[in-house]
């Protein structure tokens, strides 16, 4: 089992430049719009929300090793690894996202 800040972790490697990030799949963020966008993370499988060409919440999460966090609705806040992010990283991840 994963913990959200084990996945914030994965994400700010992304944001950093210190792991690669992909898109998983033919769909370009843009293309989504409101809906999972699935992007690796240096061998993560991670399924961010696209709500409206806005970065929302990570809905799940498969490390490299087979370890799984998913999102909980009846979670406390800041249990979802993007609220975990600064307001710098967020802004530079969903940038991220937008160029994939």
Known sequence: MLSARE?????????????????????????????????????????????????????ECVSSDGRHWSFDSGGRFGTDPIALLSTWEHETFELLLKTL
């Open 7 to 59: 996945v914030s972790q994965a994400l700010r490697e992304a944001i950093f430049g210190r792991a690669v990030m992909s898109k998983v799949g033919h769909e370009s963020w843009d293309e989504i719009y409101a809906g999972h966008f699935l992007v690796d993370v240096g061998g993560w499988r991670i399924s961010i929300y696209n709500d409206c060409d806005e970065l929302d919440y990570c809905e």
